[in-house]
């Protein structure tokens, strides 16, 4: 797990803004399961800059190297409730040379500046491949919203 980036008028009231989950090392298929809270709370003074879920997926080879599998991110959901998200990793790709170098001793490009992750700002320049999608239940509560005139 990354971060959750907030814009200027957010202040963290309680939580940590980042940190990273455990491992889990799937026998039978593909999917690796984690169920880590993610308790924060935020007070705002407006609406820019909504919060966004920062993403990073490790992966650990058979020789126990850890190499980046896959960034993604998803915006918090505006309105109350409980939801179900999909977030789209993916991960740069590198010259035919890198790849096979990855292949053969590990690791892989990474990113520079993990601000391109949400941005967009030259992300369009960036050749990816998709990852696969990390999919998340979170719950969301709004307090005072509707006192300032924001429909939720």
């Not at 797990?1 to 799937?26: E, N």
């Not at 966004?52 to 850890?66: C, M, N, P």
């Not at 590198?94 to 292949?103: F, R, T």
């Amino acid at each position: 797990m990354g971060s959750i980036p907030p814009g200027g008028a957010w202040k963290l009231l309680s939580g940590v803004r980042a940190g990273q989950t455990q491992v889990d090392h799937p026998q039978l298929d593909d999917v690796a399961y984690w169920s880590h809270p993610i308790d924060i709370h935020f007070a705002t003074k407006g609406l820019q800059g909504w919060p966004k879920l920062h993403v990073q997926v490790w992966h650990q080879d058979a020789f126990g190297r850890s190499e980046l599998y896959g960034y993604g991110f998803c915006h918090v959901p505006s309105s109350p409730g409980f939801h179900l998200l999909e977030c789209v990793t993916w991960r740069p790709l590198g010259s035919w040379q890198e790849e096979l170098s990855q292949l053969f001793v590990g690791g892989g490009p990474q990113l520079l500046n993990s601000d391109l992750i949400y941005t967009g700002a030259d992300r369009y320049r960036l050749q990816t491949q998709a990852m696969g999608v990390v999919h998340l239940q979170l719950g969301v509560l709004l307090r005072n919203f509707d006192r300032y005139g924001v429909a939720c």
